[in-house]
Each structure stands twice: as C-alpha cells, then as structure tokens.
C-alpha cells in the first residue's frame, strides 16, 4: 500500500540549532514531495517541491534548504533556527489520490 | 500575484447547510480542490474541480465556475465532527508544480 511517514511529530528545539525533518513515501516510485509550513491559525505556506532525485524548486527564500537524496526521501533542513522557524510542519505527495495531495501527519516545532 | 479568498469563520447548527465560498485570482488553473484539517491534524483531501459544475461526495459537494474564478464547497447535514477549518486550493499548472492554499474557513458546528 502506499503510505507517507513524516517524523518527528513534534520538536522543541534552541534558537540557532539546526534543523533536520524527513519524510519519506511507500508503495511508489518517482512521486511529486512538497514541503509545506503552517503557522499558528494560518494557512499553508508552500516552502519546497520536488518532482525528482536532486530537483528541488523553492518558493519562499528563508532560513531553510530542502534535499532529495532517494527517490522516496524528502528533507527539509536548517542550519540555524530562528524563532521564527516555528510552525507546523508537513509533508505531502500528490499520486495517490486523484489531483489531490495526500499530506504526511506534520512536525510541530518550536523554536525557544 | 495569487490570492484565494474565503471567510475566516463560519458558524453553523447540528443538521443545517453550508457554503464557504472561495474566489481565486491566479496566473493559471489547473483545478480547485478541497481540504479539511481538524484541529492539530494534517489536512485531508476532499474534492477536486477541473470543470465548471458541481461535483456531489456523500454529504459534501464542491461547485466550480471558472468564468467567475469561484467556487464553494456545500456541506449538508452538519454533523459536530465537521467542526474544522477548511481550505481551498488551486494548481495553475498541470502535475508537478504545488498547490496554492487559501488561509482556510474555521467551521464551528453547535449543537
């Protein structure tokens, strides 16, 4: 079956740590990966998609990168957190549901 | 620039209708879709429009018309489970590229 994991579920984490969510996809091959950041009552902000290995499109410059090492893997990465870094986190993957994106359970972090 | 445009808030009774609406304002269109997110949960899918009408879920529908850039998704039957914000969301382009997301509806359900 097909399946997305996205861990951890939720992070605490200092000002000026780094940062590393993976999410990874079962069940299929060469899928479309977005990483999305919701903040507190707002809607979700698209950070980076993927349509393959080492392709990576950014949407919003900011204090973060994203990677795609395999196929199935999703990382979205910081060097250095800011407060602002806060918010919930989430991984989708369009392929399983027709025209509609199928979102990993989400990372809540808190930058202190 | 894109912008989808909803109502922050909706409330409504046990067993009445809704409609959110959302108007839409991007350099393409690909489709509007729906999603649901319960409080502290990952959205889920619930609708898609390509063409202009409507398209019937169970208790949910999703209407489309594209010459106004607008859509509404309509629930009937509230139920308290349905207490959740809900999200409209377009592709301009064909698969590939991402979903852009309305700041989302906040639907309370009251018994």
């Known amino acids: 079956s097909q399946t997305i994991h996205q861990w951890p579920a939720t992070l605490v984490q200092p000002v000026g740590s780094p940062l590393s969510l993976e999410c990874t996809v079962e069940?299929?091959?060469?899928?479309?990966l977005y990483w999305y950041r919701q903040a507190a009552g707002r809607g979700l902000q698209l950070l980076f998609y993927?349509?393959?290995?080492?392709?990576i499109s950014s949407e919003v410059p900011q204090n973060l990168s994203a990677s795609r090492p395999q196929d199935r893997q999703f990382i979205l990465s910081s060097k250095k957190l800011l407060l602002s870094d806060s918010g919930f986190y989430l991984c989708?993957?369009?392929?399983?549901?027709?025209?509609?994106?199928?979102f990993g359970s989400g990372t809540r972090l808190t930058v202190v | 620039g894109q912008s989808l445009e909803q109502p922050s808030e909706v409330t409504a009774v046990e067993g009445a209708i809704v409609q959110i609406n959302c108007t839409y304002q991007?350099?393409?269109?690909?489709?509007l879709s729906w999603y649901q997110q319960h409080d502290g949960g990952a959205p889920t899918f619930l609708s898609y429009?390509?063409?202009?009408g409507l398209e019937e879920t169970g208790r949910f529908s999703s209407f489309l018309s594209r010459s106004d850039s607008y859509g509404y998704l309509l629930l009937q039957e509230l139920q308290m489970k349905d207490s959740a914000s809900y999200f409209c969301?377009?592709?301009?382009?064909?698969?590939?590229?991402?979903?852009?997301f309305g700041k989302g509806t906040t639907l309370s359900v009251s018994s």
């Open positions: 989708a993957w369009d392929g399983q549901i027709n025209y509609g994106y199928t």
């Open positions: 069940g299929t091959s060469n899928p479309n």
């Open positions: 993927s349509v393959g290995i080492g392709q």
């Open positions: 991007t350099s393409g269109f690909y489709g």
């Open positions: 429009n390509a063409l202009d």
């Open positions: 969301a377009v592709r301009e382009n064909q698969a590939g590229t991402a979903l852009i």
